[in-house]
């Protein structure tokens, strides 16, 4: 008897465990993200403080080739004020902090740095060696595959942005051809209509109005084009097309902080990036921004932000495949890899 009251007290006790879990788990709002593991955040706490004490350690230790290092002295600044933004967005993150408190430069950084500090990972701990310092030199001659964006040149950033992003135009065609091959198993005529209309648009080198592109939302919520319902090979080009993480939680994540980055753009106003901030932003989102003005470039950062204002987490999937909807057929995206059109 004894027992078989142990037994129902220890179940009922698992069972309020698990019920507990699940209202805290419904209960986190949309806006949130998951904050860093234990062990990525003991990483980025060390890289925070090693770059701290970077640049002093240098100029002590190398003298000789301090003066190759003065080369790299703005990007270290730009560097450690990235880590430390990072560190403190990440921070507030863990107190539970919402994604729309934050501002656009702060989202910017929190999506770009977790890969900029495994890319500069290496090149700090092996100039720190003896001898180490000559790293410095070699980096300079590639750049692009050695340095973070912070030890770039305004031309080099151009150079090396438009050269990841005509890599990824070729995705946003295999995401196109998604779009056509799955638009048989819409089971609703009127949204199947909508989209095939769309389709035809997009085939005959003309974009959708954003009337058009949200009309079909509910494809994209929970219908053919959710991400639950992509195959792993569409969700793969979906996130090569914007540079995104392959997993679907790291997709998701990253769509979600994207959306409230633009959020944030909009909040502060557009007209008031700088032209650097306004180009880079425009690679991110599917558009080579080269060749057009400053209004061209805005106009499309306004159509963009008028579909991610009436987005949320359930229809992510319609942002992510935005750049086909918007930019597929852009002759700025087109003369990129060498005036052909997509397949």
Not at 90 to 95: A, F, H
Not at 235 to 254: E, F, N, T, V, Y
Not at 284 to 306: C, D, F, H, V
């Amino acid at each position: 008897m004894a027992l078989s009251i142990r037994h129902f007290l220890l179940g009922r006790c698992c069972c309020q465990r698990t019920i507990t879990s699940i209202r805290f788990y419904s209960s986190i709002p949309k806006d949130h993200v998951k904050p860093p593991s234990k062990v990525k955040w003991y990483f980025i706490d060390k890289f925070k403080h090693y770059i701290e004490g970077y640049e002093k350690f240098l100029g002590t230790k190398y003298p000789k080739i301090f003066g190759v290092y003065n080369t790299f002295k703005g990007g270290v600044h730009g560097l450690l004020s990235d880590t430390r933004m990072y560190y403190s967005v990440t921070l507030e993150m863990w107190r539970g902090t919402g994604l729309h408190n934050f501002s656009y430069r702060q989202l910017q950084v929190y999506r770009q740095m977790p890969h900029e500090m495994l890319k500069a990972t290496p090149l700090l701990v092996i100039s720190a060696l003896p001898l180490g310092g000559a790293i410095f030199a070699v980096a300079y001659f590639f750049p692009r595959l050695l340095l973070t964006t912070h030890f770039w040149t305004p031309k080099q950033r151009r150079e090396f942005w438009s050269y990841d992003h005509k890599h990824r135009l070729h995705h946003l065609s295999s995401v196109f051809s998604g779009l056509k091959k799955h638009q048989k198993h819409i089971e609703d005529p009127e949204l199947g209509n909508r989209m095939k209309k769309i389709v035809q648009k997009l085939q005959h080198s003309v974009h959708p109005t954003v009337t058009e592109i949200l009309e079909v939302k509910p494809l994209f919520e929970s219908y053919t084009y959710a991400i639950q319902k992509l195959s792993l090979v569409q969700k793969r080009h979906l996130a090569k097309g914007l540079g995104l993480p392959l997993r679907k939680s790291g997709l998701i994540q990253d769509g979600l902080i994207l959306l409230h980055t633009d959020r944030a753009m909009v909040r502060e106003g557009i007209e008031k990036l700088t032209e650097e901030d306004i180009e880079q932003a425009c690679f991110a989102r599917g558009l080579n921004p080269i060749g057009l003005s400053r209004t061209e470039r805005i106009q499309y950062l306004k159509q963009w932000t008028q579909i991610s204002e009436e987005v949320d987490e359930d229809s992510i999937s319609l942002l992510l495949h935005s750049p086909v909807f918007l930019a597929y057929n852009h002759p700025t995206n087109r003369g990129l890899i060498g005036r052909q059109r997509f397949k």
